[in-house]
T-cell receptor, first 113, second 113 residues
Framework: AQTVTQSQPEMSVQEAETVTLSCTYD???????LFWYKQPPSRQMILVIR????KQQNATENRFSVNFQKAAKSFSLKISDSQLGDAAMYFC??????????WGAGTKLIIKP | EPEVTQTPSHQVTQMGQEVILRCVPI?????FYWYRQILGQKVEFLVS????????KSEIFDDQFSVERPDGSNFTLKIRSTKLEDSAMYFC???????????FGPGTRLTVT
């Protein structure tokens, strides 16, 4: 069975600094998708970034980028120039061949002003 | 920008009662999902729905649960006889196509007393 592990329950970063959230996953599949979702206190789940496993190039969305290491089954999220509005729970999710999302436990990101 | 909507935002019900959670997916989306998140725990997949039938369902989605798309816009999750352990945040999601990012609604907080 596929699993997703986020080993950092909580991370804090100074405003304007860079932070990296880690995620590892376990699967025997070769073709899949990976996502990072953000959940602010409002509880709305918001897509941050998406990565196709067949693409070697790391996905980037403005201040958000990933470091996708397929062989290591690692999918970390880097947030540059952290802003107060980035404070939220961040979830790493794996999409399996049945197109179900399998979720990590989440990392709470705190931004220090 | 199109968005997934869910009603109600909060539902309180007594154990043994039936509840219906409602979702309006994005209009041109074809695939629909329900997830739940028990407070402090991982998000869990419940069911996926395509072409008016269930595509996949998890072990959680037992006979107490059912889904329906009664018209061209609504997508509902029914819990026939609620239990205390059904208390959770329930998220609806939709997507245009398998493998694409799933767009989430704001969730319905279900409290079973």
């Amino acid at each position: 069975a596929q699993t997703v592990t986020q080993s950092q329950p909580e991370m804090s970063v100074q405003e304007a600094e860079t932070v990296t959230l880690s995620c590892t996953y376990d699967t025997s599949e070769s073709d899949y998708y990976l996502f990072w979702y953000k959940q602010p206190p409002s509880r709305q789940m918001i897509l941050v970034i998406r990565q196709e496993a067949y693409k070697q190039q790391n996905a980037t969305e403005n201040r958000f980028s990933v470091n996708f290491q397929k062989a290591a089954k690692s999918f970390s999220l880097k947030i540059s120039d952290s802003q107060l509005g980035d404070a939220a729970m961040y979830f790493c999710a794996f999409m399996d061949s049945n197109y179900q999302l399998i979720w990590g436990a989440g990392t709470k990101l705190i931004i220090k002003p | 920008e199109p968005e997934v909507t869910q009603t109600p935002s909060h539902q309180v019900t007594q154990m043994g009662q039936e509840v219906i959670l409602r979702c309006v997916p994005i209009s041109n989306h074809l695939y629909f999902y329900w997830y739940r998140q028990i407070l402090g725990q991982k998000v869990e997949f419940l069911v996926s729905f395509y072409n008016n039938e269930i595509s996949e369902k998890s072990e959680i989605f037992d006979d107490q649960f059912s889904v329906e798309r009664p018209d061209g816009s609504n997508f509902t999750l029914k819990i026939r006889s609620t239990k205390l352990e059904d208390s959770a945040m329930y998220f609806c999601a939709s997507t245009q196509s398998d493998g694409y990012e799933q767009y989430f609604g704001p969730g319905t907080r279900l409290t079973v007393t």
